[in-house]
């Protein structure tokens, strides 16, 4: 419970309740835990995580699922300031925004956490076996389980409905052989009344049960899977072991087909929208199939290709050029099943209009995502409105509020979508919780307390080494037990243990358990990258009393394992050899003080579009002020030249009332006219140099520039045929209701122009939509105008794409062309001729327009200068880069430093503003604290051996250090001085000075030459 | 249990045989089908080919007599069934008050096997069993006037029914589970195309064997023609030697409830399942 600071009632409470422990919630409670507020996390099942635990690998960079999940995971598990409740259930609310009284039923899981230690005896000697749903039923579990092995909470439950003892009376093995008596079947639910502020909805999505679909023989025929069920498969926690095989005869598959939009874009199924995740994951399977077994040849049936988001089209022309995948564009109607093989007959029409039959040994259907029925009660239950097919009714304007006031939603509860996208829901809807809940701010929150460091004085080092399997990652290349093995003859080594998991809240507790037992005051972890958990190791070393600088890592995944796959013995070997070389430094490292600066609240917000602004005012609204630069005389960006949005919210009612709130807002001061021209400082400490010649210090920074339309001049007559338009222009013109619109007899419209080309190979996500909104329009104003859109793909995702049924069912024609064959255009006096090959009739077609639209890129501005000066990366194309493309989308990857909007990628206003609060959210955390803790990996003069020489001064990159002379016995003593602050520890300094003058704490040169005598066997 | 019979043209014509198991099954079974009054021809293929109308207005005429009856009508032929739903659909929709009918809608249409498969004869059948049919290795073949489509039909699993399966279950056979339960046998183009006939059926012959399947058990009297009548001549179309007997569902009730009527129907068939039976044991 949280404990209440506040003098008497207050009438906000200073606590947040999320509702759902996926990806989505536990972004929201993590942001909401840092940024001052008490967090009740509300999960159905006995652990948090959602689905993205089950999945191996996530598209586009194809990281370990898992590998970055996991930290968040822990973070949350050991947060003081999030509450988790599992197994849980909301049953109703009461009260209004501020001030809602939840009531919440907590479910018994018949054992008491505070004893469990996980050790998995009860599931041992449990004799009743259940289908494993984390494993889609592939697999069984037993009525005590634990969810899965790197569940949190790591604590194991009995599964009521299954249980002997609660079905027969007898049993209780687990109760019998629990070596801490923690199994009590006592237990009862709890009704719990708990008071918070606001709530957010994150209860994720259910995968469409394919046997509704019986046509592809889920259920009948052995071989047929759905995907949730082959990410099983593939995983290495999964029920084969990530082996690939037939579930029929276990033999391993050559010809592997999925069949897409299985559940959805089917209004017979009342599933009439897109999923929007699966044309993506089905590339993904067929690619990481493949890396499992290299004669495996995937097939993909799809209808579009819909690889609409950031990184999407290069992974998906890479699947196709690349790993060979066979895309086939036809939808197969049944699957049919070879009694004797078990293999399954797809019969289709090719691209060349001819039938044709293939047999595949598996098949996997790409099944889509849903609102499951107690979601849909929930919302019903909590007043909170819903579209027809159960998804959260937000605006385009406020993507992430729903129609009760003070409830939010996130995920994919408010439309099918990604994780990337879910993350970004997940902070936006903690900022507006934080926006509704600044006053209250602090006053529900527990305060963290590390035991008291030990001081070491001279003791002599006690290393303990972990080794970690990381499921397969490791352990299925290396031998480990015999790395533990030889670990522990290396001297100075006390204690040597594996882990399957060591990033798993359970590991850390025991890890911290065994630190102490054994007095350790060094700790290697030979295991993955320090940049995916050496952070979190090192709060383990404070957690057990240590300078968190006395820890080392071993990479020996990412640089071994991960990459000598093939020859594990040698792999091995290197194991061993890094593994020492991480015990020589370790051995030699010292404790450093942690070092912190003050935190300069003030935001720089750069850029004053629909993203800029929305950033401005939810950090203003919570009491931080707010410099806002606009390059223009005026704000509101590209959204002025929009007319509606998909959903026919008019755009420039909108933009007025921001733009009056922006430039009457108390904490906000708009720069018009105005760039950035300087930039010197980090996180928390900026100066920011205007074009005015004002500085602004602040702590950190928001980029919003937005982008620009590419203006294809040459291409298609634009420019040179007045009829010739890009969409922003036939949107001015509907506006006005212009006479050669209302006029025109037929108008065309052409996708793709200047994307998904060589030159700019991505997809702009947004055109699809908007040239069907358009084409829609049109109809509207005259029912019997012509209206054509050629296309490659029609991308009209999520819950657009009933507007694109909506189109054909009004008569819009939409024709699909070749990129290696375009369209051709040419001039008819006032009408426009455009000839292309029409790829479904494998026929030449000629339409004739009045007016023709090219659906143009979205191109970035020239970011160059300022991703320079704030020394933030672009991307290939030219966009701002985030540091993570799943779980930090709108965070670059130097700390302070945020991104919403068209900077980043194209995307429509809902999910500009989205980030843009995701962007406060995540700037918020940083903001409400005095002070922020830095690195103190970094360098240090040693002023005896320095002699002014001034070499590492030109060398470092940050500019961190400066020439200083003193007078010292009479004489002019020269020496260098490191600013702290900005130094990185890169240890340019230290590799220029020829006179051993500077080191980098925690990277000496004493402690790199023990590695590498380490690693040449020497010591 | 009492309801209305409708037999249609074919019953009394070329599947004399099915009705007549029909007839002995459903006094093994207690049921009483009392024929509809002045029944006419639904019209089948022929009228809905021709004349929209007389399509509509002759099984709705039924529909309305049916309904005099007042109690619900159950129609073996799939095609019969077929039109009956489709003139309801039309007499209760918008079309309605141009038929000149009058028709309330207050009875349900029920295809054979539907109304025999029935939990309450399910249930009742186990007791009844007298001859093991244990070692017979059928298919079910349903065929696809009585699931399709679905609008029409309004059966809720027109992909995979199951309801022919679970009767041969509760009857002590193994049906063999296969993908071409509901394809179509050709029907009505058996004497306009017998070529397509010929390259639908020999699929199901095909498929039914590599099943593993040695007859077939099947509810429409036009696909037991299909099958049947054509096992000889696409024999030798495809240079094969299939003997694949063709069962009505209710001529295995009857064998299995030990009706002595049945050697008579099944020597009506053209495909003699004679030797196959004796050879399981089960005659």
């Known amino acids: ?1019 | 249990m009492k309801v209305t019979y409708y037999p249609g043209c074919s019953l009394e014509g070329t599947a004399v045989d099915y009705a007549a198991s029909i007839a002995g099954v459903a006094s093994q079974l207690d049921v009483e089908l009392v024929e509809l009054f002045d029944w006419n021809c639904c019209g089948a293929s022929s009228a809905h080919s021709l004349n929209h109308h007389l399509a509509l207005h002759l099984p709705a005429r039924n529909l309305a007599l049916a309904e005099q009856a007042g109690r619900d009508v159950v129609a073996p032929c799939a095609l019969c069934f077929n039109r009956l739903k489709v003139a309801e659909k039309a007499l209760l929709g918008p079309e309605g008050t141009e038929l000149g009918i009058a028709y309330g809608g207050g009875l349900k249409i029920w295809d054979l096997l539907d109304y025999l498969t029935q939990d309450t004869f399910l249930k009742a059948l186990p007791t009844k069993v007298v001859v093991s049919l244990m070692n017979l290795r059928p298919v079910c073949y349903y065929g696809c006037l009585v699931a399709r489509p679905p609008a029409v039909t309004d059966k809720a699993d027109y992909e995979n029914p199951e309801n022919m399966e679970r009767l041969l279950e509760v009857l002590g056979t193994q049906p063999i589970d296969w993908s071409f339960k509901t394809d179509c046998c050709g029907a009505g183009l058996a004497v306009a195309r017998p070529d397509i006939i010929d390259t639908l059926v020999h699929r199901l012959y095909e498929q039914a064997l590599a099943a593993g399947a040695e007859c077939f058990v099947v509810s429409c009297q036009m696909c037991q023609a299909n099958l049947d009548l054509s096992q000889e001549r696409i024999s030798r179309k495809f240079g094969q030697d299939y003997y694949l007997p063709v069962f009505y569902f209710t001529e295995l009730i009857a064998l299995a409830l030990g009706h002595p009527d049945t050697p008579k129907w099944l020597a009506q068939h053209v495909v003699d399942p004679m030797p196959l039976l004796k050879m399981k044991g089960i005659v």
Not at chain 1, 288 to 316: C, M, N, S, V, W
Not at chain 1, 346 to 375: A, H, K, Q
Not at chain 1, 734 to 749: C, Y
Request: with cysteine.
């Open chain 1, 1 to 1019: 419970m949280a404990p209440n600071k506040s003098r008497g009632k207050p009438q906000q409470v200073g606590a947040v309740m999320v509702v759902g422990g996926g990806m989505s919630g536990i972004q929201a409670a993590l942001d909401l835990a840092e940024s001052g507020f008490y967090v009740y996390l509300v999960e159905k099942k006995p652990a948090i995580g959602g689905v993205m635990p089950m999945l191996d690998k996530t598209f586009p960079t194809n990281d370990c699922s898992m590998c970055t999940l996991a930290p968040k995971l822990v973070e949350v598990g050991r947060h003081l300031n999030i509450e988790i409740l599992a197994p849980a259930e909301v049953a109703g609310i009461s009260g209004n925004e501020g001030n809602y009284q939840v009531e919440v039923v907590q479910k018994a899981r018949y054992i008491d956490p505070s004893r469990c230690i996980a050790c998995g005896v009860c599931a041992e000697k449990c004799p009743k076996k259940v289908p494993n749903e984390f494993n889609q039923g592939l697999s069984a579990r037993k009525a005590a389980y634990v969810l899965y092995p790197q569940a949190v909470p790591l604590k194991y439950a009995i599964d009521k409905e299954h249980c002997i003892y609660f079905r027969k009376g007898k049993c209780r093995a687990c109760e019998k052989f629990c070596p801490t008596q923690a199994v009590d079947f006592s237990q009862t639910d709890r009704v719990l009344h708990l008071e918070v502020g606001s709530v957010i909805l994150a209860p994720g999505f259910q995968v469409f049960d394919a046997r509704k679909k019986p046509e592809y023989g889920y259920g009948r025929y052995p071989n047929v899977l759905t995907a949730m069920e082959f990410e099983r498969m593939l995983s290495a926690t999964g029920p084969t072991h990530a082996h690939i095989q037939r579930p029929s005869d276990a033999a391993e598959p050559e010809k592997i087909a999925w069949i897409q939009c299985v559940g959805s874009r089917d209004a017979a199924m009342g599933r009439p929208y897109c999923s929007s995740v699966c044309c993506m994951y089905a590339t993904k399977q067929a690619i990481i199939a493949q890396e499992h077994d290299a004669k495996i040849r995937p097939t993909i049936f799809f209808i579009d290709l819909r690889a609409h988001g950031k990184g999407f089209e290069r992974y998906y022309q890479a699947a196709k050029k690349l790993h060979q995948i066979n895309y086939v564009r036809a939808m197969v109607s049944r699957v049919v099943q070879n009694p004797r093989t078990h293999d399954l007959a797809l019969t289709y029409v090719d691209e060349t209009n001819r039938i044709r039959t293939e047999e595949f040994n598996l098949v996997v259907l790409s099944v889509g995502m849903g609102v499951d029925p107690e979601t849909a009660a929930l919302a019903h239950k909590l007043g909170v409105m819903v579209s027809p097919s159960n998804f959260v009714s937000t605006g385009s304007f406020t993507p992430v509020s729903t129609s009760r006031p003070g409830v939010f939603a996130c995920g994919s509860f408010t439309g099918p979508k990604d994780i990337p996208e879910s993350v970004v829901q997940g902070s936006a809807a903690a900022a507006s919780s934080a926006r509704l809940l600044a006053p209250v701010r602090g006053t529900l929150q527990k305060e963290i307390a590390f035991p008291p460091e030990q001081d070491l004085a001279d003791e002599p080092p006690r290393v303990g080494v972990f080794i970690c399997h990381c499921g397969m990652n490791i352990g299925g290349v290396a031998d480990i037990p015999s790395l533990v093995e030889s670990a522990r003859t290396i001297p100075d080594v006390e204690y040597v243990q594996e882990n399957l998991f060591s990033c798993s809240q359970d590991s850390q507790n025991q890890m911290v358990q065994v630190i102490q037992e054994h007095r350790l005051n060094r700790v290697v972890v030979a295991s993955c990258s320090p940049t995916t958990h050496g952070a979190m190791f090192q709060t383990m070393l404070r957690n057990a009393g240590l300078n968190k600088y006395l820890f080392e890592m071993a990479n020996i995944r990412n640089q071994c394992t991960w990459v000598h796959q093939g020859e594990p013995e040698k792999a091995t070997e290197k194991c061993r050899d890094l593994i020492r070389m991480g015990v020589a430094k370790a051995r030699m490292l010292e404790p450093l003080k942690y070092l912190s600066v003050p935190v300069n609240k003030r935001v720089l917000v750069i850029g004053g579009g629909m993203a800029g602004m929305t950033s401005a005012v939810a950090l203003a609204d919570q009491g931080f002020e707010v410099h806002l630069v606009e390059r223009l005389e005026h704000l509101g960006g590209n959204a002025r030249k929009l007319h509606s949005t998909w959903r026919d919210e008019r755009v420039q009612v909108m933009v007025d009332a921001m733009v009056a709130q922006v430039e009457q807002h108390p904490k906000i001061t708009v720069h018009f006219l105005t760039m950035v021209t300087e930039v010197s400082g980090s996180v928390g400490n900026y100066k920011s140099k205007l074009s005015t010649g004002q500085e602004i210090e602040h702590g950190v920074v928001i980029i919003a520039v937005g982008a620009e339309p590419l203006r294809p001049e040459g291409e298609y007559l634009y420019k040179e045929h007045p009829n010739v338009l890009v969409s922003l222009e036939l949107d001015q013109e509907l506006a006005r209701r212009t006479p050669r619109v209302k006029n025109a007899q037929a108008v065309g419209f052409i996708q793709c122009v200047g994307s998904r080309i060589p030159e700019r190979p991505y997809c702009n996500r947004v055109c699809c939509s908007h040239s069907v909104e358009n084409a829609i329009r049109l109809k509207r104003l005259n029912p019997d105008m012509e209206v054509y859109i050629l296309y490659r793909d029609m991308r009209t995702y999520g819950e657009r794409e009933p507007l694109y049924a909506r189109a054909r069912e009004l008569g819009v024609l939409f024709f699909r062309y070749n990129v290696d064959d375009p369209p051709k255009v040419e001039s008819e006096g006032d009408k426009i001729v455009i000839r292309f090959v029409d790829t479904d009739l494998q026929k030449p077609m000629e339409l004739r327009v009045d007016l023709l639209t090219l659906a143009t890129a979205i191109i970035p501005h020239q970011n160059a200068p300022l991703a320079d000066l704030y020394k933030v990366h672009l991307d290939a194309d030219g966009f701002f880069a985030e540091a993570h493309p799943k779980i930090r989308p709108v965070e670059s990857t130097t700390t302070g430093i945020y991104m919403a909007g068209l900077c980043h990628f194209p995307k429509p206003i809902q999910e500009s503003m989205a980030e843009a609060l995701a962007c406060a959210s995540r700037a918020s955390t940083i903001l409400c604290r005095d002070t922020l803790e830095l690195e103190s990996i970094t360098s240090r003069p040693i002023d005896e051996n320095c002699d002014g020489c001034a070499f590492c001064v030109d060398a470092c990159p940050f500019k961190a250090i400066t020439l200083l002379e003193y007078m010292r016995d009479g004489n002019v003593k020269k020496t260098v001085e490191v600013n702290q602050v900005l130094c990185q520890g890169c240890g340019s300094c230290m590799a220029t000075c020829p006179k051993k003058g500077i080191y980098v704490a925690g990277f000496t040169l004493e402690q790199l030459e023990a590695q590498v005598d380490a690693a040449l066997g020497i010591s």
